[in-house]
């Protein structure tokens, strides 16, 4: 847990241990004063209210929470009318955003421990309002508008170090799952039964490796032992909901470690086969310290809060079966035409599993289809590349590929040698090779027949 100490540990009416921080163990200047504000409208109605999840999980790890949930006896309708600046949202979860400003703190019920039969606990907090669960036949939960008491909404959460509900007015943190003892051991552990938990949301498989990755945490023995066996649940979650974690599997300054260990424990065939296959290829060193150096290019990014585009990740990542498929056509028709119908198919098989935005994918062949170009280096075609808008993630990527050896090492010197220079410069060394042969040709004393004939001399 950091360095932060537990004092005082004692039980509360509903189970939940009660750790008492000390203020100078605790920043509580951490915590977004609209996140405060919140809690203490919603306990001012007269209902329960906490801070809870990752920002409380990251406080106690002395790091910046980036959003801030919170957990409540209120319903979303009641949310809705104590803060006049939220919405409500979700169809499988109903939630409240209250927006301030461009802060939004994301303020969700109690769930209640829900029923296949589609009815909630009946604890009176559904206050008559309709509840549904509905579950897939393969256990995957469709929608979960079933709420409950704080100690049910505990036990409904993923992981122990999740399932931590802070009280900022008392400086108290309530644990009803052992989630301090875990935070203390650095542990990742699923709340209940792995399997069936993983069964419930595929999405906690990749969940547990980006924790693990991002905390520099374990996962505990039990909680691992399916992740490997589990992979095709996958298949059965919205498209959408796996490209958002895919993106926050890569873009939390914590993707090589990610990457490193989806391959350990056999999840990255089920987000990009391609790739996974190519990798298990006996030529595979080259693409794979292709995609090391992009994913640590962007963790070091990330650390210097500089923007990162998922458009060039997944271009190295996809890059080894595009290379492949150009190579096998590229003796019976034109480059241009061959990367264009390779480039079709291999989005086309990344669909089948991930499909990748338009937002992502059209930038993403752009940077491909530059590749080529890069080896066209006379006349006014590399002035034009040079004006391009993708040219400097084209360039980027051109000097990993030179890096790793699948490009002439001497072509991207020229290419950064190119930009360096200036408009005269860059001139000379677009110039024909026979217009430049010829002119080093002539001794100093002699003038250029051009200029002769200008002159008007004999």
Partial sequence: MGEANVKNEQLNEEGFRVHHLSEHEFNLDSISPNAIKVVHQLKAQGYEAYLVGGCVRDLLLDREPKDFDVATSALPEEVRQVFRNSRLIGRRFRLAHVRFGREIIEVATFRGSGAANGTGSDNGNNKGQETTQEIHEDGRILR?????????????????????????EDETVLDRVNGMVDHQNRLIRLIGDPEERYREDPVRLLRAVRFAAKLDFAIAPETLQPIS????????????????????????????????????????????????????????????????????STDSRVAENKPVTPYFLFAALLWGGLENAVQNRLDSENEYVVMQHAMG??????????????????PMREVWTLQPRFRQRRGSRPHRLLDHPRFRAAYDFLLLRAETGSENSELAEWWTQFQAVGSNQRKKMTQPRQQRRSTRSKKPSQKPASVVSKSGDA
Avoid: W
């Fill in 345 to 362: 198919e291999i989005l086309r098989e990344q669909a089948q599993t991930v499909a990748l935005p338009k937002r992502s994918s059209i």
């Fill in 229 to 296: 066996t589990f992979g095709s649940l996958l298949s059965g979650v919205p498209q959408a909901r796996l490209y958002e974690e895919i993106l926050k599997l890569f873009l939390s300054g914590h993707a090589l470690q990610t990457f490193e260990d989806l391959c350990r424990h056999d999840l990255l065939k089920h987000l990009f086969p391609q790739t996974a296959h190519m990798l298990n290829q006996t030529e595979s060193d080259s693409l794979r310290q292709l995609i090391t150096l992009a994913l640590r």
């Fill in 144 to 168: 979960d508008n079933v709420y409950g008491s704080m100690g049910e909404d505990a036990t409904r959460r993923d992981f122990t170090i999740n399932a931590l509900y802070l009280d900022p």
